[in-house]
Structure formats: C-alpha cells, structure tokens
C-alpha cells in the first residue's frame, strides 16, 4: 500500500495530507464503494486542518454523485455507529487519532460501519493513482448539508451498553478527553447515568488535542484522580476510539490486565460468545495464561484493531483489544470504543465491588524486554539464513519472542517475554546481535 496504513491513510496536514490528496482520495472512494441510498456520513475531530480536509472530502464526493451528511466533531466509533443507523453507503472520519494537531487522517467505514479490508483499499489506491475516477454532470452531481443534533443518537446507543439495573450515583470520575471529539459527549454520558464528573482538557481550540493530554498522557489524569479524590479516571485519545484507566490511587491501569479483567466479567455473565477473545501478538503471555485456567481461549492478531476485529469475525468472536487501549465489545461497536470500554469497565467493577487498585490486578504480567534496530533494508525474514534457527531456540526455552519491522520507520522490533528477566534480557542481546551481523 502506498497510501493506506493500519488505519486509513495519515501524515502531516497540508504536507502530505493535502486538500488535493483529499480530494482525489474522495473521489477515487466514491467511486469505488456500491451505491445504494447515495449518502456518505463525514465526521471529524477537533483538529484545525479538519476543515481544509472536510470540504476537500465533501467536494470529491460531491463530484462523483454522492450526498454528504456532515456531523462535525464527533468520535470515531459514533461515525462507524451513525453510519449504519442513518443507512449510509459508507462513513468517513477525519482524524489522526493521538497522533499530534499538525497530523491528520483519513479513516473509512462500509454500510455497516466496519472498517474497510485491505482488498477494497487496494482497489481505491488504483483509481487514484490510475486516474480512473468518472466525474458526474448535470443533475447527478451531489450535494452536501450539515447535522448538528446527531450526538444525542450515539449517546442514547452508548447508554444502552450500560447495564439498565446499575447507576453511577456516588461514584466520583474524572474524564481526560484530550481536548478532541468526547469534550462533548463523554462528560455527557457519565453525567446521564449519576455520576459525578470532572472533565479536563476538553477545550478544543483546534491546535491543542492531545497535547500533554489523554491517553498518551495519562500522569496528567493520574494527577487530577488524586486531587479529587476520585474513584477512577478515564483517559481518551484525540478520536476517542482509545481508552487509558487510572485507579483511585493514581496508578494506570495495564492494557493487558483492562482486557483480561473485562473478559473475565463477561465470562462470568455468559456474553463472552464462544468463550475465547482476540488480542495481539504484543499482549503479554501472563494474560493468556491466566484466561486459560478458565478455558477462555485467546486468539493473536497483528497489530492494529483492525487486524482484532477480522480476527473476531474469523472465530466468531465479540470480544478483544489491544493492550494500547483499543478494546472492542462488537455486540455494541464495530470498532474500539473508548466510551463503551469505559462503561464496561464500570460495570465490572460495580459487580465485583472492589476498588480499581484491587479489581485489575487478577495476575503479574511476565518480564518483557524489548529494543530496536534501525536497518538499511526490511529482508523478508524467510531470505535471513539462520533466522528460523534462532529464534526456534528461543522457543525450546519456553520464552515467546516477538520480531517485526516498523511500518513507519526502518527499523527491526524486537521483543522477548518471559518469567525470568534475566534470561529474557540475555536471550534478547542474542537475537540483537544475530540480526545486526544480517541487516545493518
């Protein structure tokens, strides 16, 4: 792919991401998808550069005989939701997640608010560097308007997630919405269900999302749990599609010991469809272990929650995430969703009914140790003589490495995991040295 990433297409506004690549990218998905009812929904965060990729967006789509519904700043997951629930042809979201305000995106959704397959993002690369977009006249052309009382649908199917027999009365949060598309909407959910909130960073001003904010900043959030004296904190990421949990002593949450907590409830609750959930190849091995002791079954992907979900929908599954903080509950959302993360999470700790500082620590995560290298050349691992070898020695040893290049950068990851951190740490500096004499 020489435009789509792990999720859509990113870089540096006006740079890269200009208004003509907007523009073209537009058209070149307009006329790619099946038209039906003609209508494409477009969401955005709160970057500035929104508005130069919004009408840029609107104006390829328009030219191509598409109707454009613009919601203006609303999460990720709420386009992927409104998307299907007003019978859209497609969705499109306008960010670059918790990528910083000079950055911005394009995400894409189907009918049904599922993110596109690597298969039709290769035919709409195609038609933009083939030029093979066919232009409407006359009447055919397009048209465009604007929605500004769509959140209270996303809020009302957010709410819902949310067991009817529970209530937030008396439990104190503060919310980190990072100055991006929740300022709205997660302070006004909390609040609906009893809770009482206090909400940071949610003034958006176009330059500041998620500076020093949010998910990628969540010591700031850490902070205010303990000034307030709060039960919890939840942190989102400039998408809210991310979601980072801080406990009532200041402590955050790891991602790996969030997933398994939440899967472990829904066991509990028989929701957890087919007993098994998906996470990926950089989840500790602690977590799948501690699930096996169940017979909850755990199923890796690459990494992205894209590559979770086709790995949910190939075993059947409703439930997995990434240890980022990109969890997805699919019998409510077709994509991570920081908001129905949140909401899960207060159900579960309402039913165990043990502080956040108890109710997520169920096991002790195994040593992980990691490094990279920057390489001349990315070599298919199968063309580096002795690869297979080393790293087989690795696993004789009952420790699980993990290799892989960079897909931003040239560089070659690499990790090994296991109950001895000495012996992970000694086995990592063999693999370092192996693979440095082959690529650098």
């Known amino acids: 792919m020489k435009l789509f990433g792990t999720d859509g297409v990113r870089g540096k506004a006006g740079e890269f991401l200009t208004p003509f690549l907007a523009l073209k990218l537009a058209m070149a998905f307009g006329n790619t998808i099946e038209k039906k009812s003609g209508k494409i929904l477009v969401g955005k965060d709160t970057r500035r550069s ?113 067991p009817k027999h529970l209530s937030l009365n008396g439990i104190r949060i503060v919310l980190d919405t990072a100055n991006g598309a929740s300022y709205k909407v997660a302070p006004t959910i909390f609040s609906e269900l009893g809770a009482d909130v206090i909400t940071i960073n949610n003034n958006p001003n176009g330059f500041n999302i998620n500076l020093n904010a949010g998910a990628m900043h969540p010591e700031i959030l850490a902070q205010k749990v303990k000034e307030y004296r709060a039960d919890i904190g ?52 602690a977590l799948e272990d501690f699930l096996k002791e169940f017979g909850i079954k755990v199923y890796r992907s690459k990494v992205g929650d894209k590559y979770v979900l086709e790995e949910m929908k190939k075993h059947n599954l409703n ?48 040593p992980q140790v990691q490094t990279n290298i920057v390489v001349s050349e990315k070599v298919p691992f199968e063309n580096i003589k002795g690869a297979k070898e080393i790293l087989g020695e690795v ?26 951190q000495k012996r992970a740490k000694e086995l990592l500096d063999k693999l370092t040295k192996f693979f440095k004499s082959r690529l650098v």
């Open 319 to 366: 439930f997995g995430g990434e240890q980022s903080g990109h969890i997805i509950f699919s019998d409510f959302a077709k994509t991570g969703d920081g908001l129905v993360s949140a909401l899960l999470t207060m159900a579960y700790l309402l039913d165990c009914n043990k502080k956040a500082s108890e109710a997520f620590r169920l096991f002790s995560l195994y």
């Open 50 to 162: 929104g508005y130069m990729i919004e009408n840029a967006i609107v104006s390829g789509l328009t030219a191509v005989g598409f109707d454009v519904i613009q919601i203006g700043p609303m999460p990720t997951p709420a386009v992927a939701f409104l998307t299907e629930d007003m019978r859209c042809d497609a969705g499109i979201m306008i960010s670059a997640s918790h990528n910083p305000y000079y950055d911005n995106g394009i995400k894409f959704f189907d009918a049904f608010g599922n993110k596109l397959s690597e298969d039709i993002e290769a035919k709409i690369e195609d038609k933009y560097f083939n030029n093979g977009c066919e232009l409407k006249i006359e009447k055919e052309i397009g048209k465009s308007k604007r929605i500004d009382d769509v959140i209270g649908r996303y809020i009302v199917h957010i709410k819902q997630t949310f």
């Open 234 to 285: 939840f942190a989102f990421d400039g998408d809210a599609d991310r979601l980072v949990v801080v406990d009532e002593k200041g402590n955050v949450v790891n991602g790996d010991h969030l997933i398994s907590a939440l899967a472990f409830y829904l066991f509990k609750k028989g929701m957890l469809k087919n007993n098994a959930l998906a996470v990926t190849v950089m989840s500790n091995g």
């Open 395 to 420: 696993e004789k040893e009952g420790y699980r490495h993990l290799v892989r290049y960079s897909g931003t950068e040239n560089k070659l990851r690499l990790l090994v995991e296991g109950k001895d």
